[in-house]
T-cell receptor, first 117, second 114 residues
Framework: DTAVSQTPKYLVTQMGNDKSIKCEQN?????MYWYKQDSKKFLKIMFS???????INETVPNRFSPKSPDKAHLNLHINSLELGDSAVYFC????????????????FGPGTRLTVL | AQSVTQLDSQVPVFEEAPVELRCNYS??????LFWYVQYPNQGLQLLLK??????LVESINGFEAEFNKSQTSFHLRKPSVHISDTAEYFC????????????FGAGTRLAVHP
């Protein structure tokens, strides 16, 4: 009964490949996020979706494409992987402030460690 | 835009000693403030948050943080640490009233030694 789950937990691949990371939340939230944590542990938001609509899109290369088939899922597809994409990618979810009227905590998944060789 | 500075990348401390992890933020608008903890090979967990009201906020495991608007700080403290508190601690801000976008500091590694 994990709240926010990600698959796979580890992903090792060659440069130039295309890969996807999946995220699912069973908390009934309407907003989901992707964060990237680099080798120095620095965390930065990449994307956010609210009710399947993209609401936050930071300066991320367009090789990264998020897809939200429904409110409970937010997948991250990465084309033409580069060495610099090696990182831990965290998915998170929350209930939107705009709809609930108050701040809601973001719940994080366990992370996916991507290693590009 | 908002930014967060965590002044110490690593803080070594002996068990049962007090500790303070420093966090300063910059923002031209009102913000919410947070401390997240990341245990080895795990995701992030919310430790405590300041949204409004009392400037001193506490967690269930003995940590506290105080929002100081004049000094734009939100330092995390614990009077007596345990080995199990060893982890990475992240300070974060989010613009109040806007989209729930967390801006993180670089993190502080708390290492508690016996």
């Amino acid at each position: 009964d994990t709240a926010v789950s990600q698959t796979p937990k580890y992903l090792v691949t060659q440069m130039g490949n295309d890969k996807s990371i999946k995220c699912e939340q069973n908390l009934g939230h309407d907003t989901m996020y992707w964060y990237k944590q680099d080798s120095k542990k620095f965390l930065k938001i990449m994307f956010s979706y609210n009710n399947k609509e993209l609401i936050i899109n930071e300066t991320v290369p367009n090789r990264f494409s998020p897809k939200s088939p429904d409110k409970a899922h937010l997948n991250l597809h990465i084309n033409s992987l580069e060495l610099g994409d090696s990182a831990v990618y965290f998915c998170a979810s929350s209930q939107d402030l705009q709809t609930s009227g108050y701040y809601n905590e973001q719940f994080f998944g366990p992370g996916t460690r991507l290693t590009v060789l | 835009a908002q930014s967060v500075t965590q002044l110490d990348s690593q803080v070594p401390v002996f068990e049962e000693a007090p500790v303070e992890l420093r966090c300063n933020y910059s923002s031209s608008v009102s913000v919410y403030l947070f401390w997240y903890v990341q245990y080895p090979n795990q995701g992030l967990q919310l430790l405590l948050k300041y949204l409004s009201g009392s400037t001193l906020v506490e967690s269930i495991n003995g940590f506290e943080a105080e929002f100081n608007k004049s000094q734009t700080s939100f330092h995390l403290r614990k009077p007596s640490v345990h080995i199990s508190d060893t982890a990475e601690y992240f300070c974060a801000v989010s613009r109040s009233g806007g989209y729930n976008k967390l801006i993180f500091g670089a993190g502080t590694r708390l290492a508690v030694h016996p």
